[in-house]
T-cell receptor, first 115, second 107 residues
Framework: DTGVSQDPRHKITKRGQNVTFRCDPI?????LYWYRQTLGQGPEFLTY????????KSRLLSDRFSAERPKGSFSTLEIQRTEQGDSAMYLC?????????????FGDGTRLSIL | GQNIDQPTEMTATEGAIVQINCTYQ??????LFWYQQHAGEAPTFLSY????GLEEKGRFSSFLSRSKGYSYLLLKELQMKDSASYLC????????FGKGTMLLVSP
């Protein structure tokens, strides 16, 4: 079990640029979640996938945000035309299917800084 | 809507016991989780409650009362490494987190 892996760990970019983050879940997990976390707050749910199907995306913060999981394994989160308010930690988590008490396992996150 | 309340900060002494409370009002309830998060690191799973009562796991215990919309996390024999943020999270259709309680353990 290598855990949830996110890349990059840090991203610094200028306002208006597009950014893409990658998440590799725990290999046997079929559910994958994206969250955003700002300082002093808990993680805020954005979207989730079961296999390759995106089952909930209404919480994505705007139409500048999109996520994909084309083969049901790794996922990408893209933010287009970044704004300073997008600066945050973006966390990915995965869980297995089955009993409802399956906890979500988090990656170390990608910290995004918009200049 | 979803509303989860936790104290912002708590302090305690090494070796002591501390109780972190969480109250919630959510539309739907499919369980409550507690996570620990050290600064700059990922949240890590501590405990899960879906039925009323106490779940014990080593130095950590978690309690749930669904009728009161209330949970607490109890940490015993505090160690310096327990200094972290503790997040209460309620699952309905998705997982909603509180803002976290920053616990500082002093010698």
């Amino acid at each position: 079990d290598t855990g949830v892996s996110q890349d990059p760990r840090h991203k610094i970019t200028k306002r208006g640029q597009n950014v893409t983050f990658r998440c590799d879940p725990i290999s046997e997990h079929n559910r994958l979640y994206w969250y955003r976390q700002t300082l002093g707050q808990g993680p805020e749910f954005l979207t989730y996938f079961q296999n390759e199907a995106q089952l909930e995306k209404s919480r994505l913060l705007s139409d500048r945000f999109s996520a994909e999981r084309p083969k049901g394994s790794f996922s990408t989160l893209e933010i287009q035309r970044t704004e300073q308010g997008d600066s945050a930690m973006y966390l990915c988590a995965s869980s297995g299917q089955g009993a409802e008490n399956q906890p979500q396992h988090f990656g170390d996150g990608t910290r995004l800084s918009i200049l | 809507g979803q509303n989860i309340d936790q104290p912002t900060e708590m302090t305690a002494t090494e070796g002591a016991i501390v109780q972190i409370n969480c109250t919630y009002q959510t539309s739907g309830f499919n369980g409550l989780f507690w996570y620990q998060q050290h600064a700059g690191e990922a949240p890590t799973f501590l405990s899960y409650n879906v039925l009323d009562g106490l779940e014990e796991k080593g130095r950590f215990s978690s309690f749930l009362s669904r009728s009161k919309g209330y949970s607490y996390l109890l940490l015993k024999e505090l160690q310096m490494k327990d200094s972290a943020s503790y997040l209460c999270a309620v699952r309905s259709s998705t997982l909603t987190f509180g803002k976290g309680t920053m616990l500082l353990v002093s010698p």
